[in-house]
């Protein structure tokens, strides 16, 4: 940890906050040179959509792009031209394609459209770009991309002449799935009608599969930010976010009582609590309260909060902008009013808390809501 750069993200005095967000840039730096080891003789670019996965796409994708990073993937064209303000000169493609509200955004920024369909396809060409674009081919995924036999044609008749061919991934997540195999035949024997185009295929999961799924150009999201990425691994990513509340007051409850909406825990013992500033409307899913979900049945764990190292449970309901811990074990002069709790970061892996709430680390990381103050190590 070298210098912290704080910005305000909107908010009119930061140190009012009772939610901050620390991201470490050196660690996406870091992550991104990992991935792009393990990405072998291709290129390695950068999923920077969802404002870098909640991160900040300023900050991440400047970072990335002094590394060495070259080719960018955001998920639409106003993600693109913020992007080119920051990157000049950078490969911006745009995940959702090309359609005719879009046109003018992606032609002033010199953005590159990823043509998903006929449709787009007959878009982005009927409106004269002579400037590059990418084709999406789905191999398994039924989400977007043209069908291979589509490919072909259009390979054939020169439709386009796109300057990258990709895919995606349906299952990178669990290497043995069959369906991985299947998609990489299949996307090897589309991309041999495209020889002048690069060829894309790898996710950050799919990069962990080697070379066979490495191709031109590899797209990492999730692991660049330090999430999982495969179910059979342990992590290798260093963690990038950090999210914590501010401890607002303490209370000590009696044997007996109760705690949060709907009353549903039931103290065991005389309880010292903490009453932290984060909640549902932060991003902190309601499913992950310590009791009284009835979705949450399946997942054991609840949420956790740490400090100093230190794990403390949930207490009851997740609320919209509070949150309780049972603080009764840790010294007493920890825990205590004025001090932060972690929600995840060093101590609590981002995946352990996604899991606590039912979910991903992606999607946990992608909600976090506007009331963070966001400091940059
Ligand atoms: C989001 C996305 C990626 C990055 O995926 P991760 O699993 O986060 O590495 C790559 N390609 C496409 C098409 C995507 O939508």
Redesign the pocket.
Known sequence: MTSITSQTGGLADPAATTARLTIDLSAIVENWRTMRALSGEASCGA?V??NA?GTGMAEAAVALAKAGCRQF?V?DANEGAALRKLLPDAEIFI?SGAFDAAMPLLVENRLTP?LNSLDQIAAWTSAGNDRPAAL?IDTGMNR?GITPAEAVEIAENRAVEPTLV?S?FAC??SPDHPLNAIQIERFAEVRGHFPEARA?L??????HMGDAAGFDLT???????G?E?RNDLPNPMRPVAKAEARILTNRVAKAGETVSYGATVTLGRDTRIAICGIGYADGFHRSSSGSGVPLRREVQQAGMGAIEGRTVPLLGRVTMDLLMFDVTDLPETLGVSGQWIELFGETIPLDDAARAAGTIG?ELLTSLGRRYARRYI
């Open positions: 999923a959509k969802g996965y993937f998920a995940l990823v999406h977007l990709m995606h990178a997540d894309s790898a996710n950050s999961a799919g990069i797209r990492p999201g999730i692991a660049l930010y999430g990425c992606y």
